[in-house]
């Protein structure tokens, strides 16, 4: 028995056909947007990709980019079929291409339902990524001289202000990086040589902060140096202080902030999904109803659409059995070349009478 039989007039042919050229040109639309979208995301992760550890993290603004792409073309071509296919001179070119199209298709939604499951998926990995990229970002603040990173101190100070973030986990991570350059050290003073002996690799390591991490919410003057130091400044406790110092790391910030957007867009992607998927649907009755006109010189006469010609269940029993084949074939061919191979090999005996 048929999946999902439908009679079709031909007033309902036509419906149907008008109703799919306009699906398919809102999904021109669609495949607009994913790339859009696709193009956006590549752009706000190039910005900071300096504190990215790799680029794996491209994966899903590429992967959004081609599905758009892809449904741009794909999409235009279903239009054009359907437009087709209310004259049946035309749509007897088109006859041959429909069920290969079909296939490619369905594929075609598997991929992007795909590329929607890896917009929610992607957090891990990118926590990974910026945690490892910040981390080395900050070792580099301080080579404001050294060519290729002179730039990696207004890249983290830009950062920190605009995501109101510290560091990477918090504003503690700073006081385990020398992030002051020596350039601007005084080595004759001997709090300096102290600190500097203090430390096993002969860094200069201080409980303080860029001036970037500084909340201008405080109502007080931003304590950045000697924070840890209680006494070193009035009515001051470090543990309470909330508003002096930004307290979460810019790796939560930035994290949720590329999380949110991609989980937006993930939903977004599955949308389209959905939408592609009843377009494929109604081609499929569009193509089968079109196929199963009793006589092609009647075309008013009725005629019935599917999307499977036998139930779910016959269809896979038959598509494993077409699979089964096709291996035994190529084991047959195999085994037949084998043969070959061996009788090529045998050298043939010569007798010698004498």
Known sequence: MALLKIKFSQKKRVKLAQGLWLMNWLSVFAGILVFSMGLFLKIELRKRSDVMDNSESHFVPNSLILMGILSCASNGFAGKICYDSLDPAKFARWKPLLK??????????????????????????????????????????????????????????????????????????????????????????????????????????????????????????????????????????????????????????????????????????????????????????LHTSLESIPNPEDPECESEGWILENSLKDTLKSALESLKKIGKLNQVEADAEGAEGGEAGKTPAVTTVS
């Open 100 to 285: 290969p199209y079909l296939a490619l298709c369905f594929l075609f939604n598997i991929l992007i339902f795909f590329v929607a499951l890896i917009c929610f998926l992607m957090r891990g990995n990118l926590e990974s990524t910026l945690a490892q990229g910040l981390k080395n970002s900050m070792k580099f603040y301080r080579d404001t001289d050294t060519p290729g990173r002179c730039f990696m101190k207004k890249t983290i100070d830009m950062l920190q202000i605009e995501f109101k973030c510290c560091g990477n986990n918090g504003f503690k991570d700073w006081f385990e990086i020398q992030w002051i350059s020596n350039r601007y050290l005084d080595f004759s003073s001997k709090e300096v040589k102290d600190r500097i002996k203090s430390n096993v690799d002969g860094r200069y390591l201080v409980d303080g902060v860029p001036f970037s991490c500084c909340n201008p919410s405080s109502p007080r003057p931003c304590i950045q140096h000697q924070v840890t130091n209680n006494s070193a400044h009035y009515s001051y406790d470090y543990q309470t202080e909330e508003l002096n110092l930004w307290r979460h790391g810019c790796r939560e910030a930035l994290l949720h902030y590329y999380s949110s957007m991609m989980t937006s867009m993930g939903a977004v992607v599955l949308l389209v999904w959905l939408f592609e998927m009843s377009v494929t649907v109604g081609l499929r009755l």
